[in-house]
T-cell receptor
Framework: GEDVEQSLFLSVREGDSSVINCTYT??????LYWYKQEPGAGLQLLTY?????DMKQDQRLTVLLNKKDKHLSLRIADTQTGDSAIYFC???????????????FGKGTKLSVKP | GAVVSQHPSRVICKSGTSVKIECRSL??????MFWYRQFPKKSLMLMAT?????????EQGVEKDKFLINHASLTLSTLTVTSAHPEDSSFYIC????????????FGPGTRLTVT
């Protein structure tokens, strides 16, 4: 079945770059997403990438996709304390009922930013 | 914008009682709403997909008689946890799509359910 894997923790110093990695198994995924969850809150879509792209940049965020290796990464440049949160990688898939566009999430990577 | 709210944000109930959680799209009409459950240190698990005016589609392993979903309007979906037990304690998150073919889901802030 579908599976999305992430490392659980990442700690960086303020001002450094953070790189959060994710691997997925479903080669038919059309879109891959990065979500941010702050403590006690829901999920906020940060960015997404279409499967025919290798890279997408959006301000401090850079997403790299290696479709051959089914590897996705999120790089946050100049990481700030406000970036401390859990980051979820997600891929879209067709659900049990046949509907497209549903999401399967990794377990999330907790990013801690030290001043 | 695309804002999704949930009510209540936190609820504590006794074992055996039922709890209803509301999910509302505040500034758009949601053709499809999703309900997720998040366990500690676990990913979000999709429980069911609900389309306005039709029965929800449940994921494998999710008991539809225990987790009742009603998507009565284009702005409201409800999840009722019936005969709640302590193992139902979790963080429940809903999301909504504006259009059926749209890929982006807008997430609510979540509801923390504690069953004592």
């Amino acid at each position: 079945g579908e599976d999305v894997e992430q490392s659980l923790f990442l700690s960086v110093r303020e001002g450094d770059s953070s790189v959060i990695n994710c691997t997925y198994t479903d080669s038919s995924s059309t879109y891959l997403y990065w979500y941010k969850q702050e403590p006690g809150a829901g999920l906020q879509l940060l960015t997404y990438i279409f499967s025919n792209m290798d890279m997408k940049q959006d301000q401090r965020l850079t997403v790299l996709l290696n479709k051959k290796d089914k590897h996705l990464s999120l790089r946050i440049a100049d990481t700030q304390t406000g970036d401390s949160a859990i980051y979820f990688c997600a891929e879209s898939y067709m659900n049990y009922g046949g509907s497209q566009g549903n999401l399967i999430f990794g377990k999330g990577t907790k990013l801690s930013v030290k001043p | 914008g695309a804002v999704v709210s949930q009510h209540p944000s936190r609820v504590i109930c006794k074992s055996g009682t039922s709890v209803k959680i509301e999910c509302r799209s505040l500034d758009f009409q949601a053709t499809t709403m999703f309900w997720y459950r998040q366990f500690p240190k676990k990913s979000l698990m999709l429980m069911a997909t609900s389309n306005e005016g039709s029965k929800a589609t449940y994921e494998q392993g999710v008991e539809k008689d225990k987790f009742l979903i009603n998507h009565a309007s284009l702005t409201l979906s409800t999840l009722t946890v019936t005969s709640a037990h302590p193992e139902d304690s979790s963080f429940y998150i809903c999301s909504a799509k504006k259009l059926a073919g749209q890929r982006e889901q807008y997430f609510g802030p979540g509801t923390r359910l504690t069953v004592t």
